[in-house]
């Protein structure tokens, strides 16, 4: 078992680049840069679906022997960082690194859940609406939806209102913050060793 891990987990890195250069060209496919009715293009792009498939079948069972395997974890470590654990100094230094990358990522954690509820708004109204007199607003607010469909829930406002500055979350999508957070752990932990290594 231990052997077919280390040539799936192989596999799945080497793959990260494959994955991403067709990634590009199954966008390409997408937006219409390549023929669709082409006898080759859709031929390409079947394959490149049967790719993406098998990467993701196999992530998710690595992701699961991470999960409950301890010799797999040290596996997995040693091909990320570079780094084996040879004497028990290199052990402490590991634990210290991963204590670091752990409260580093748990701090960009709570910094990304502060400003994916945070709401500010800057606006002015029509004279008729004025309140006292004044037409520019700025209004703060914490939005906390557990379902993705609770902006819809919401009624509209019947004020006509001209916005100036508008934030309601982070303006970047789930993929991409679970995307920068697993590249934030490794680096994280990376340059955590590094540094203690000196």
Known sequence: MKRVDSILLKVFLCGIPVIAVLAGLSYLYGAGAVSHHAGFGRLMNNFMGLVFALWMVLSMYLCV????????????????TFIRERDEREAILTGKA??????TS???LILLF?????H?????????NAVNGKTGFITLGLGFDLLKNGEQDRPKERIQKQDIFSYRGLPVSGTTVILV?????????NYSMRRLMR
């Open 65 to 80: 022997r991470l999960v409950v395997s301890g010799p797999f974890r040290d596996q997995v470590i040693a091909k990320i």
């Open 181 to 189: 957070l697993i590249v934030w752990q490794i680096v994280a932990y």
């Open 98 to 103: 991963a204590k670091t990358a752990m409260l």
């Open 120 to 128: 500010v708004s800057i606006y002015k109204v029509p004279p008729e």
């Open 106 to 108: 748990l701090a960009l």
């Open 114 to 118: 502060c400003l994916s509820c945070f």
